[in-house]
């Protein structure tokens, strides 16, 4: 099977699971396909030019829908990962609002930011108009009362040039995943200010995309990579590995970018600013444990709300349940039945709604969530998408 990605931290499941032999385990043989953005990504997904993606999460729902081309169906068996991506200032931007050493609170930097953003028109860069980086930054932003498109301008740089976009001055500031953001940093042109995981505590990232076709026709491949995968991200998350996996993800034909900044992202630990201490942030990046892996429903369909609240376009039941029927959970299940995977007995569920672990039900194994709170202590009820993005602001 052939895999496009882009040059990310979280590429590092398919990536393991070729260089460490988990999916010949099981039958299979990878190519991996080094792409620069998204939407190249996504084209030769489209046209047959590779069988499986490591994508962005809502481009797969926008791709369904048939936002700016013709809709074709797809399919996500697999969320790669959660979180993972930081929001990171120019370092003027930086000094204007006042961040400190330390990852500081959503809100109080969101005020200074509001200051700034009333003097000066701020633009900054995400990584695609149909990105989670986009959709976690507006959210954001908004709850904090500053409306994007009005009062600042939003644009889209490929994740490798992000760091050249704040260098040139273009953008004041990024939404991008790791590296890029570390690059940023030590490169002496930005200043992490933001962890995604501060904005969602859960918030769905990158995940396996297919055409829908090719996960009919292909099932059985489809399950032995969603197996291959699995143990993969087992192996991701043990600290034992974390140096290991960095050196293979800093391969020049992988990430092409230092070992060292790859570890702080594996191992929770962002530097803020130059010649800084790294600062642990747990949970960071987030794989492998309490199901992070399972395509939940009620992921894609926050996704399909922000995606209706920013394109400006009427909810509608239909199009709902084409966003979250891209998610299935049923191969899921159906891939890791019967190994020591927990699988969710539901498949979709309210999201940010726990401040503490919970015990959930389970048709395989015993599953306990974690805390997954919106930093603005709302929750999103998949059963009820109009009335939430009525109550917004």
């Avoid at 697999?78 to 990852?103: I, M, R, Y």
């Avoid at 969602?200 to 995940?207: A, I, P």
Wanted: with cysteine; hydrophobic share 45%.
């Amino acid at each position: 099977m052939r895999i496009g990605f882009l040059p990310l931290v979280d590429a590092a499941l398919p990536i393991l699971a070729h260089e460490l032999g988990f999916a010949q385990a099981q039958g299979l043989r990878l190519e991996l396909v080094r792409d620069m953005t998204w939407a190249t990504v996504r084209d030769r997904l489209l046209y047959g030019h590779t069988d499986g993606a490591h994508m962005v999460a809502p481009l797969a729902i926008a791709t369904a829908l048939g936002r700016g081309r013709p809709a074709v169906p797809m399919a996500v068996p697999f969320v790669l990962g959660l979180n993972g991506n930081a929001v990171t200032f120019s370092t003027a931007l930086a000094d204007a609002v006042g961040l400190g050493e330390t990852l500081g609170d959503p809100v109080a930097i969101g005020a200074a930011l509001k200051q700034v953003a009333g003097a000066r028109r701020l633009r900054f860069g995400v990584v695609h108009r149909y990105s989670s980086h986009n959709y976690m930054l507006r959210y954001w932003l908004g709850g904090v009362g500053i409306r994007p498109d009005v009062d600042i301008d939003i644009v889209v740089t490929s994740p490798p040039f992000a760091a050249d976009a704040l260098a040139a001055g273009e953008v004041d500031g990024i939404c991008v995943g790791e590296p890029w953001n570390s690059i940023a940093v030590d490169r002496g042109v930005g200043r992490i200010a933001l962890a995604t995981a501060q904005i969602w505590r859960r918030g769905v990232e990158k995940v396996l995309a297919l055409r829908s076709a090719v996960a009919d026709e292909r099932r059985d491949a489809v399950l032995r990579l969603i197996r291959a995968l699995h143990e993969a991200a087992a192996h991701f998350v043990d600290p034992a590995n974390a140096e290991a996996n960095a050196a293979i993800l800093a391969r020049s034909h992988y990430l092409d970018s230092s070992a060292d900044s790859i570890l702080r992202a594996i191992t929770d630990r962002l530097r803020l600013t130059l010649g800084g201490q790294p600062v642990h942030y747990p949970d960071f990046m987030f794989q492998y444990r309490e199901a992070a892996n399972f395509p939940w429903r009620s992921q894609a369909a926050w996704l399909y709300a922000q995606m209706t609240r920013w394109d400006g376009i009427a909810y509608s039941d239909a199009d709902a349940a084409t966003a979250t029927e891209v998610f299935r959970p049923d191969l899921y299940r159906e891939a890791l039945s019967g190994s020591d995977a927990p699988l969710p007995g539901a498949s979709s569920k309210l999201e940010g709604g726990l401040d503490a672990p919970v015990g959930v039900g389970s048709v395989q194994g015993r599953l306990t969530l974690g805390a997954d709170r919106f930093f603005d202590g709302r929750s999103f009820d998949p059963e009820d998408i109009a009335g939430y993005l009525a109550s917004l602001p």
